[in-house]
């Protein structure tokens, strides 16, 4: 019964910062190795914290600057380089953001045109067969490559009910 106590008072922890994490947007990653306001993803373009989807960011997605993205070959034996130049308006740094934890903490939301995408908008892709839940092989399959799925898996699953429902995915999600 002592060993119990400990136990549930960390699944208690683990779920309350789960719970806090969720209640808020999608920050999805783009396709280049830029957010929309040129600073580099890592890997989502929010300005806070985000789960491994790029949804419940702890803050909003970074601003469209309109981005000049240009590859420059070195040679077939080199990687390529990559610079980025915001065409519309100046690139807003951590200093003028209010409420950012990191400028590396984040990832934009974004399908191929760069518009973000909700919570709805990203469970709804991930939830493959419609069913209204994301199961271990849907997490699995957007997760390849991830090192350790099941254990994130768990995390958001929090009735442990082997499934994500919309409110686990998200807690702004009915």
Do not use: H
Not at 81 to 93: A, G, H, L, P, V
Not at 137 to 162: C, H, R, T, V, W
């Amino acid at each position: 019964m002592m060993t119990a106590l400990p136990v549930f008072a960390l699944v208690v922890t683990c779920l309350a910062a789960t719970v806090q994490q969720t209640a808020a947007i999608c920050c999805r990653e783009s396709k280049t190795k830029f957010c929309l306001d040129c600073t580099r993803k890592t890997p989502y373009c929010s300005y806070g914290k985000c789960n491994i989807f790029g949804c419940a960011c702890a803050s909003a997605c970074r601003e469209d600057c309109n981005p000049d993205i240009t590859v420059r070959n070195r040679g077939w034996l080199r990687r390529p380089e990559y610079s980025c130049r915001c065409m519309n308006k100046r690139r807003r740094d951590a200093e003028d953001v209010e409420g950012q934890e990191d400028e590396d903490q984040g990832d934009e939301d974004q399908d191929d045109q760069g518009e973000n995408w909700g919570p709805d908008e990203m469970f709804a892709e991930l939830d493959i067969d419609g069913d209204g839940y994301i199961s271990m092989d849907e997490f699995s399959s957007a997760l390849q490559g991830y090192p350790d799925i099941n254990a994130a898996f768990k995390e958001m699953d929090a009735n442990d009910d082997g499934k994500i429902d919309r409110q686990e995915f998200d807690s702004d999600l009915q």
